[in-house]
């Protein structure tokens, strides 16, 4: 019986002699742990950390080929787990820090063309402000200016109402201002040529209205006798322009200058009378308003 034991003990452990040897379950992670770290960002991040878990999973490989039974083998196989894991971290921080700084770079090179865009539509706002300052300031002179103008043409015009007013009849309608010569006072009766006399009034109209910038009109008017016919509308504006030419030649601008004759269409009084006839043929000097 003893005998029989023996050679089922001897036989046992030739067969176990005989067969393949299974690793070490700490060995074999440490394998299987390193070819996952290969495969992953460790390879290009930090070859230097996957050398260092080759060599030491080469020394577990080692100590369990010369004794699998040895206990280092655990231990060394631990170690070359350990390595591998602590390149595949490395790497992961090293890859985390990487894509942090892109990351980084990205937003500032947002944040930088955001800040440009923002400083350029600002200068721009500020130029438009500036520009629109400008054409305020530039504005606000020119109605200053105008408003100036307008007091000192008004001013002239008073004053050369206050002259005109020693010579002629003056009034205001909705013509502008009107300026009336009794015919007697500028031509013989049915006559278109100035008396002398009349010269040296037109002579000071010229003066006082001269460089006002008005537009002036000269309005020759006759009385009834006669009729309404070609004769006294001829005569209306042969007076007309005889005094229009006569303030040209004075210096009155041609083109701020018309007359028109409107015969006995217009009176201003009864042509029943002497006084009213009178009253009628006049000569009208129109300073029209801007």
Known sequence: MKFSISIVSCLIALVGCGGAMTAPAELQNARAELVRVKSGPAAQMDPAAIHNADLALGRAEEAFKDDPDAPNTRELSIIALLKAQTANANANGMLARQNKTQVLKEVQEVQGEQLKDAKGNLNAARGTLAQTRDDLDRQTEATHAERKRRLDAEHQLKNARDTLARIAAVKDDDRG???????????????????????????????????????????????????????????????AKA?????????????????????????????????????????????EPK
């Open 177 to 239: 201002m009107v300026v009336t010569f009794q015919g007697e006072a500028l031509f013989k009766t049915g006559q278109a040529q100035l008396l002398p006399a009349a010269m040296i009034k037109l002579d000071q109209v010229a003066e006082t209205l001269r460089g006002k910038e008005r537009k002036i009109a000269v309005v020759g008017h006759t009385d009834n006798q006669g009729g309404a016919g070609k004769y006294n509308q001829d005569l209306s504006e042969k007076r």
């Open 243 to 287: 005094v229009h030419d006569y303030l040209v030649s004075k210096g009155i601008p041609a083109d701020l200058v018309r007359s028109e004759g409107k015969g006995p269409t217009a009176p201003v009084a009864e042509n029943a009378s002497i006084e009213g006839r009178a009253a009628n043929r006049r000569v009208e000097i129109v300073v």
